[in-house]
């Protein structure tokens, strides 16, 4: 998965390879599609919800520029895959999901894996967390309508947020938002993307 999904295409940060080497994605899935749990594409784990393909963990996660040690916050605990990979690198991840069972599920197979450095949070995480900010990187795993205000504040000066955004939930680009001082933040815009929605308060209305 990693030469051939990865290093083959352009992930060539060596932090984001080697974490992704180590981290059995098969723990992430259910035993219905753990056959499947190496293919480049996502895959369902309930609740109308999906693990993201690999190489789009490894595009998120190397688009946050991790030297390692960092404070970060990931929107979208899902199936706790892409906070185990932040984890492997980063210093302490908070990891904020919106559907409790997901929460519960993700917060017990990290511990169960040992993770000690990942505090899952069951809550909207479009308002951020802000008992453990300010974050140096900030990752969202959803796509939303625009980037959330709160998110942005919780960002330190030099942080970077990563997140879809789009006009409708079908389609998204990929923006890397840094914080350039305290009121100033530059848009990049890095690829398109399909993600399921962020909803909440500062996403798309909960149906
Ligand atoms: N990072 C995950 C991918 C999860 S898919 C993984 O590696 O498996 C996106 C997740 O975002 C879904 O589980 C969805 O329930 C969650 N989500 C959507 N809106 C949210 C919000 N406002 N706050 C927290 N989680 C949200």
């Not at 302490?92 to 040992?114: M, P, Y």
Request: glycine fraction near 10%; proline fraction near 5%; charged fraction near 20%.
């Amino acid at each position: 998965m990693v030469e051939r999904q990865l290093a083959a295409r352009d992930i060539s940060d060596p932090l984001v390879l080697s974490a992704m080497g180590r981290i059995q994605r098969e723990k992430f899935v259910s035993a219905d599609y753990r056959s499947q749990a190496y293919h480049d594409g996502p895959l369902p784990i309930g609740y109308r919800q999906t693990i993201s393909q690999p190489y789009i963990v490894a595009l998120m996660t190397q688009a946050l520029r991790l030297k390692g040690g960092e404070n970060v916050l990931e929107i979208g605990t899902g199936s706790g895959y892409a906070a185990a990979v932040l984890a492997e690198i980063a210093g302490k991840v908070t990891t904020i999901e919106f559907i409790s069972e997901l929460a519960q599920q993700a917060e017990r197979l990290l511990s169960d894996l040992g993770y000690d450095n990942i505090s899952v949070i069951h809550g909207d995480g479009t308002l951020g967390y802000s008992p453990n900010a300010p974050y140096d990187a900030i990752v969202v795993t959803a796509g939303g309508p625009e980037v959330p205000e709160s998110l942005k504040q919780q960002l330190k000066t030099g942080g970077r947020l990563v997140i879809p955004v789009g006009a409708t939930t079908s389609m998204q680009s990929l923006l890397r938002v840094t914080r350039e001082d305290k009121n100033n933040f530059s848009h990049e815009d890095l690829c398109g993307v399909r993600f399921v929605p962020l909803v909440g308060e500062e996403g798309w209305p909960v149906e």
